[in-house]
């Protein structure tokens, strides 16, 4: 295995080591997503945890559309470390206000501290970086098809979330009015 796929891979572990460990560490719920709303999500990580593992070979995704290069090497990891960081401040700011799904905890507060005061969903921009470097060193179509269905899986998520929170915390919708989504001064 080459050292920026191992570099990746340890990303990735350090994301999900870190992701399990802190998920015992939130507030209770208060108000959750009705389940057919989450299974919309569900199916579109699956779908795309699915072409992660190899199914893209079974549909000929697995073409390279990227070459194998030092420079696409060191910008890959680079976007994975810098998701990586984005993704755990993120999670370590918003604290036991985080949950898997679309949910409003007790005493939920409305964070715009740290990653927040620049976007509005931190931790799925970083995300996205992660599965954007990790295309990227991968190299294959499947890989930016993966990117593609994160990303929509992700938008569906975030509308969802912004209903919700703009129901029940006040200034929520202020807070949209002057916050990007995903990307500073972007989206």
Not at 52 to 80: F, K
Not at 84 to 94: D, E, K, N, P, S
Not at 140 to 155: K, M, P, T
Request: hydrophobic letters at 50%.
């Amino acid at each position: 295995m080459e050292a920026t796929t191992r570099f990746m891979v340890g990303c990735w572990g350090v994301g999900i080591a870190f992701w399990i460990v802190a998920a015992f560490s939130v507030k209770r719920t208060r108000v959750r997503q009705p389940l057919p709303q989450q299974m919309v999500c569900f199916v579109l990580t699956a779908t795309a945890a699915l072409l992660l593992n190899g199914s893209a070979r079974l549909m000929n995704w697995n073409r390279a559309v990227l070459p194998h290069t030092a420079g696409t090497g060191i910008l890959g990891d680079l976007l994975v470390f810098t998701g990586l960081f984005i993704a755990i401040w993120a999670r370590i700011t918003l604290g036991g206000n985080w949950s898997a799904g679309v949910t409003l905890k007790e005493n939920h507060e409305l964070m715009q501290r740290g990653p927040y005061r620049a976007v509005r969903h931190p931790i799925y921009s970083g995300l996205l970086l992660m599965i954007l470097g990790t295309a990227i060193l991968v190299g294959q179509a499947g890989s930016f098809l993966v990117l593609a269905l994160c990303a929509c899986g992700l938008w569906l998520k975030l509308r969802r979330e912004e209903t919700l929170l703009t129901k029940h915390l006040p200034g929520y919708a202020e807070y949209m009015r002057r916050t990007r989504a995903l990307i500073p001064f972007v989206m």
